[in-house]
């Protein structure tokens, strides 16, 4: 075999050593970002971090490529707005990436070009945020065209208008395999929804005659082997409104094989939400409509729209899931828990409040820093029956009330008892990150009164349950906290 063959059929086989080689050809390293999940046989990296002359082995191995079975592309670079000078002076200074640039980003979609031709392997391709121009489009439509694997396609976040999505319409009505499609984010209007309802309809023709010549000699078709898409999203595309709504409700009446169809953040109204529940009343297939986050559609047309798409996906077992808000951030840190409180009397004087909580060990500062490893001088403890011996518990109180005047629990109790104040008890609870040990030197209650009343053994069981309560609660929030964690 010639050596030339042979190294173009082991590049096509493996990514990472020709990647490897191609770099060494032209004295450079392998980029982390790159390299980071190849081993798992995945290409995934953010682009932004990409310089020029890193692109070329890239790209070159890349159009040969055989066994990658997903490719995502990502760039999150935001260009400065400004109009002061400082401003303009600082967009100068700010380095743009490689991949905003018109040679490069021709050059990437002409490698995916050639990768979708050869590839059998490739099924996911995702392309985010980047800045795809009419020639981009163009001939990445060709490789779409040709593609013979290729199952979801994703252009989240990249603006390619009503006119790059007319391109890519081409490519994506004639694909036998491809199901998904993702343009969330691509400022698309109710152009862009027109040109996505039409190719549904021309999808549908074509399966409709499909299903006539499958069903010849009392044969049943199979509906979910057939091509065509089966999910498309356009969130975010405010511009979307009730005229594209009302064009995929059109394309909807008489389709039999989409199953979701997102519309979040879409700019819909009533009209277009009630075009769509038109559209269900004979559309028995479709188990996914989300027209979530379009606050000029009431809540009661909302409801009624979601019902119908749920008992439609109750008939059979749907592989599509609602997907979430894309503006929404799910935040990571759980929100405190509130106290509880008991109040005790009332009056017009004033409040007092007595807080008893669970106390955890915390190292005492006393106004010092404490740095750990390093030891403090600490005199030996006196044996008791000499002069000046101090017992523990009385040492550890005079510390605590160090340069205060020492006042019993008990007189302040009669205290706010004689003056009438309303006394509310707030039962505080430590975060689930600190110890659950208790110190008996730190309880916020150290002596209680031996003839206790009616009302304070009232208080007592209500205390007590308010603390039954706080562990029941202490334990779930863990169990949520190990949720979020995971």
């Given at each position: 075999?010639?050596?030339?063959?042979?190294?173009?059929?082991?590049?096509?086989?493996d990514?990472?050593?020709?990647?490897?080689?191609?770099c060494?050809l032209?004295?450079?390293?392998?980029?982390?970002?790159?390299?980071?999940?190849?081993?798992?046989?995945?290409?995934?990296?953010?682009?932004?971090?990409l310089?020029?002359?890193?692109?070329?082995?890239?790209?070159?191995?890349?159009?040969?490529?055989?066994?990658?079975?997903?490719?995502?592309?990502?760039?999150?670079?935001?260009?400065?707005?400004?109009?002061?000078?400082?401003?303009?002076?600082?967009?100068?200074r700010s380095?743009?990436?490689?991949?905003?640039?018109k040679?490069?980003?021709?050059?990437?979609?002409?490698?995916?070009?050639?990768?979708?031709?050869?590839?059998g392997?490739?099924?996911?391709?995702?392309?985010?945020?980047?800045?795809?121009?009419?020639?981009?489009l163009?001939?990445?439509?060709?490789?779409?065209?040709?593609?013979?694997?290729?199952?979801?396609?994703?252009l989240?976040?990249?603006?390619i208008?009503?006119?790059?999505?007319?391109i890519?319409?081409?490519?994506?009505?004639n694909s036998?395999?491809?199901?998904?499609v993702n343009?969330?984010?691509?400022?698309?209007?109710?152009?862009g929804?027109?040109?996505?309802?039409?190719?549904?309809?021309?999808?549908?023709m074509?399966?409709?005659?499909?299903?006539w010549?499958?069903?010849?000699?009392y044969?049943?078709?199979?509906?979910?082997?057939?091509?065509g898409?089966?999910?498309?999203?356009?969130?975010?595309?405010?511009?979307?409104?009730?005229?594209?709504?009302?064009?995929?409700?059109?394309?909807?009446?008489e389709?039999?094989w989409?199953?979701?169809?997102?519309?979040?953040?879409?700019?819909l109204?009533?009209?277009?939400?009630?075009?769509?529940l038109k559209?269900?009343?004979?559309n028995?297939?479709?188990?996914?409509?989300?027209?979530r986050?379009?606050?000029?559609?009431?809540?009661?047309?909302?409801?009624?729209?979601?019902?119908?798409?749920?008992?439609?996906?109750?008939?059979?077992?749907?592989?599509?899931?609602?997907?979430?808000?894309?503006?929404?951030?799910?935040?990571?840190?759980?929100?405190?828990?509130?106290?509880?409180?008991?109040?005790?009397?009332?009056?017009?004087?004033?409040?007092?409040?007595?807080r008893?909580?669970?106390?955890?060990?915390?190292?005492?500062?006393?106004?010092r820093?404490?740095t750990?490893?390093?030891?403090?001088?600490?005199?030996e403890?006196?044996?008791?029956?000499?002069?000046?011996?101090?017992?523990?518990r009385?040492?550890?109180?005079?510390?605590?009330?160090?340069?205060?005047?020492?006042?019993k629990?008990?007189?302040?109790?009669?205290?706010?008892?004689q003056?009438?104040?309303?006394?509310?008890?707030?039962?505080?609870?430590?975060?689930?990150s600190?110890i659950?040990?208790v110190?008996?030197s730190?309880?916020?209650?150290h002596?209680?009164?031996?003839?206790?009343s009616?009302?304070?053994?009232?208080?007592?069981?209500?205390?007590?349950?308010?603390?039954?309560?706080?562990?029941?609660?202490?334990?779930?929030?863990?169990k949520?906290?190990?949720?979020?964690n995971?």
């Amino acid at each position: 075999m010639i050596e030339s063959v042979k190294l173009r059929r082991d590049s096509a086989a493996d990514f990472y050593s020709h990647y490897e080689y191609l770099c060494a050809l032209q004295d450079s390293v392998p980029l982390p970002a790159v390299r980071a999940c190849l081993r798992e046989g995945v290409l995934d990296f953010n682009a932004d971090r990409l310089r020029v002359v890193d692109w070329a082995p890239l790209l070159n191995t890349l159009k040969v490529n055989k066994n990658l079975p997903l490719i995502s592309i990502k760039s999150f670079f935001q260009p400065w707005l400004g109009d002061t000078v400082s401003d303009r002076s600082r967009v100068c200074r700010s380095r743009i990436p490689a991949v905003r640039s018109k040679d490069v980003s021709f050059q990437l979609c002409k490698a995916l070009k050639g990768c979708l031709s050869v590839s059998g392997a490739l099924k996911n391709l995702e392309l985010n945020g980047l800045v795809l121009r009419e020639r981009d489009l163009t001939i990445l439509t060709k490789g779409l065209n040709k593609s013979t694997s290729l199952v979801h396609l994703s252009l989240a976040n990249c603006p390619i208008g009503d006119g790059g999505l007319e391109i890519i319409c081409q490519g994506i009505k004639n694909s036998i395999t491809l199901k998904t499609v993702n343009f969330t984010g691509c400022n698309l209007t109710w152009q862009g929804a027109d040109h996505m309802a039409k190719i549904l309809k021309y999808q549908t023709m074509r399966r409709h005659e499909e299903t006539w010549a499958e069903s010849l000699r009392y044969r049943r078709p199979d509906l979910d082997c057939m091509a065509g898409l089966r999910r498309v999203t356009l969130n975010c595309n405010t511009l979307v409104g009730d005229l594209g709504a009302s064009a995929f409700a059109e394309s909807l009446s008489e389709d039999l094989w989409l199953r979701a169809l997102d519309l979040q953040q879409c700019g819909l109204t009533n009209e277009g939400a009630n075009a769509f529940l038109k559209a269900l009343e004979t559309n028995r297939t479709l188990v996914i409509l989300d027209i979530r986050k379009n606050p000029l559609i009431d809540h009661s047309v909302m409801k009624a729209v979601i019902k119908k798409v749920i008992q439609n996906g109750r008939s059979a077992k749907s592989e599509y899931q609602w997907v979430t808000s894309p503006s929404v951030k799910e935040s990571t840190k759980t929100a405190r828990q509130k106290k509880k409180t008991i109040i005790l009397g009332s009056g017009r004087k004033g409040k007092a409040t007595i807080r008893i909580g669970l106390a955890t060990k915390k190292p005492g500062n006393n106004g010092r820093k404490h740095t750990p490893g390093k030891e403090y001088y600490a005199p030996e403890p006196l044996p008791p029956g000499v002069s000046g011996f101090l017992p523990w518990r009385t040492a550890e109180r005079a510390k605590r009330s160090r340069g205060f005047p020492l006042i019993k629990t008990r007189d302040v109790y009669n205290h706010l008892q004689q003056s009438n104040f309303p006394v509310t008890v707030t039962v505080e609870s430590p975060s689930s990150s600190e110890i659950e040990e208790v110190d008996d030197s730190s309880e916020s209650v150290h002596e209680v009164p031996e003839k206790t009343s009616v009302k304070q053994e009232a208080i007592q069981e209500k205390l007590e349950e308010c603390l039954k309560q706080l562990k029941e609660e202490r334990v779930i929030r863990l169990k949520a906290d190990k949720r979020v964690n995971e």
